[in-house]
C-alpha cells in the first residue's frame, strides 16, 4: 500500500491504495492537466454527488476498474 496526502476542500485526509491503483491514477491525472490533488477532489464531488456508501479509497479502485473495463471495450 502505498499512502498519499492531499487536501479536499481545505481538509488534510490521506489515501492507501496499492501501486498499481496509483499507476492509473497518476496516468488519468497526467492527461487531464489537472494537479492531482483537483483530480481526486473532482472524483470525490462526484462520489458525494451520486450517494454511493463508498469510501473515497474504493471509489478510487471501481473508478480504475470502470476507466481500464471501458478502454477494453474500445
Known amino acids: 500500500m502505498i499512502k498519499r496526502s492531499l487536501s479536499i476542500h481545505g481538509h488534510r485526509t490521506s489515501l492507501a491504495l496499492e501501486a498499481e491503483f496509483w499507476a492509473i491514477i497518476d496516468?488519468?491525472?497526467s492527461v487531464s492537466g489537472k494537479s492531482f490533488a483537483r483530480f481526486i477532489q473532482d472524483l470525490d464531488d462526484l462520489r458525494?454527488?451520486?450517494?454511493?456508501?463508498?469510501?473515497?479509497a474504493s471509489y478510487l479502485r471501481v473508478w480504475v476498474l470502470k476507466r481500464l473495463q471501458a478502454q477494453n471495450a474500445m
Request: no cysteine; net charge neutral; hydrophobic share 25%.
Open 27 to 29: 496516468s488519468a491525472v
Open 48 to 56: 458525494t454527488e451520486n450517494r454511493t456508501q463508498q469510501n473515497l
